[in-house]
């Protein structure tokens, strides 16, 4: 599910398009999070806030301490995604300005964009759509087509006919000639 959703997830990153600034447009707040963190449009739980001094030993380990200008403004969270399988798929979610604690469920922002791609953070706003949409449905999606009508059979006879003509509305013989 992870791979899916990576994949997913830089797709939504390649085509975000919109800033920063924008990003924090109608939405509950900046979070940082893991690339394969990143589920865009869905729903999470908070878990657990981690305390200061977890907060800086990940910040250390991860090599994300020079990230920012003052870690002791950010908050650490153990996030849950549940996609319903056996186990949810945990996350760390930091952020400096949303409002969350311990069993707070929030929805992932579409708007993410990589904060920094060697560490692979990606920053979103809660709730936020990549489109500023606040209220929209998120479009109906594509019906895929109706696959075609097959063609027309050709002309296996090789006699350069076209069935068409040849069939009038019936369409001809399909090709059925030629041994």
């Known amino acids: 599910m992870k791979k899916g959703a990576l994949t997913a997830g830089a797709v939504a990153l390649g085509t975000a398009g919109a800033g920063t600034a924008a990003a924090q447009d109608g939405g509950d707040g900046e979070v940082i999070v893991h690339a394969d963190d990143y589920f865009p449009g869905a729903g999470f ?14 910040l250390e380990e991860t090599g994300a301490a020079d990230e920012f200008d003052s870690p002791d403004d950010w908050d650490a969270y153990i996030i849950t995604y549940d996609f319903g399988g056996t186990s949810p798929s945990m996350g760390i979610l930091m952020t400096e300005e949303a409002d969350i604690s311990q069993g707070d469920s929030e929805t992932m922002g579409t708007d993410g964009q990589f904060r920094n791609t060697e560490l692979a953070m990606v920053e979103a706003t809660l709730g936020a759509t990549g489109n500023s949409a606040e209220d929209g449905d998120g479009g109906d999606g594509d019906d895929g087509g ?4 097959g063609g027309d059979g050709g002309d296996t006879a090789g006699n350069g006919a076209d069935n068409d003509s040849a ?6 013989g399909g090709g059925a000639g030629g041994n």
């Open 167 to 172: 069939g009038g509305d019936g369409g001809g």
């Open 146 to 149: 109706d696959g075609g009508d």
């Open 45 to 58: 739980t908070v878990a657990a806030a981690l305390n200061n001094q977890t907060r800086d030993d990940l």
